[in-house]
């Protein structure tokens, strides 16, 4: 079993709608959550990250942390096109004071004009 | 300011010859790591460098990849007599320090190598 497991997708969606993207993850050591968007060709671009379950908010993106079920969430309001991309979940924890960071494999988004 | 840079951003190559992929990270940066990501996969770690601390090797898939840091500085990625399942984009990322609070990674664009 994957540490951490995204749906690749890909995942269509109409211009406006609101985007819901998921990772679930085994290591209840993971203390801090990260959202990436990586465009075709690119490299990975954070978005939000999060220490702690709960809600953040940044503009139109939300991300959600419920460590008790061990999933993590990202939320898109008002879904452009410009927002077509894929998005990658990625989990740290503290090993003997540093920082590995596990990542998902990402799911790929596609926002119809 | 200059984010990460890498280069080349794309290398073609034979089977068995020796690639070397460069990385100049965001200035002041300690912390700088090497990803590979294959077509479906996710990032997979490589090599961390933390200031001039040893460098965590443990993501190295064999002793044909090796990567050094420089002044800690620039760093650079080179794998010896290459095998097409070397093709994968190579991904560099620096971070504030790798230490302490947790600080958010900042990447390049990647290099994508095809092994003919």
């Known amino acids: 079993q994957k540490e951490v497991e995204q749906d690749p997708g890909p995942l269509s969606v109409p211009e406006g709608a609101i985007v819901s993207l998921n990772c679930t993850y085994s290591?209840?050591?993971?203390?801090?959550f990260m959202w990436y968007r990586q465009y075709s060709r690119k490299g990975p671009e954070l978005l939000m990250y999060?220490?702690?379950?709960g809600n953040k908010e940044d503009g139109r993106f939300t991300a959600q942390v419920d460590k008790s079920s061990k999933y993590i969430s990202l939320f898109i309001r008002d879904s452009q096109p410009s927002d077509s991309a894929t998005y990658l979940c990625?989990?740290?924890?503290?090993?003997?004071?540093?920082?590995?960071?596990?990542f998902g494999t990402g799911t790929r988004l596609k926002v119809l004009a | 300011g200059a984010g990460v840079s890498q280069s080349p951003s794309n290398k073609v190559t034979e089977k068995g010859k020796d690639v070397e992929l460069r990385c100049d990270p965001i200035?002041?940066?300690?912390?700088l790591y090497w990803y590979r990501q294959s077509l479906g996969q996710g990032l997979e770690f490589l090599i961390y460098?933390?200031?001039?601390?040893?460098?965590?090797k443990s993501g190295l898939p064999s002793d044909r990849f090796s990567a050094e840091r420089t002044g800690g500085s620039v760093s650079t990625l080179t794998i010896q007599r290459t095998q097409q399942e070397d093709s994968a984009v190579y991904l560099c990322?620096?971070?504030?320090?790798?230490?302490?609070?947790?600080?958010?990674?900042?990447f390049g664009d990647g290099t994508r190598l095809s092994i003919l």
């Open positions: 990322a620096s971070s504030l320090t790798g230490q302490g609070a947790l600080q958010p990674q900042h």
């Open positions: 290591n209840s050591a993971f203390q801090y």
């Open positions: 999060t220490y702690s379950s």
């Open positions: 990625a989990m740290s924890a503290a090993t003997s004071g540093t920082y590995k960071y596990i």
């Open positions: 200035s002041g940066h300690t912390a």
């Open positions: 460098f933390q200031g001039n601390s040893a460098p965590d």
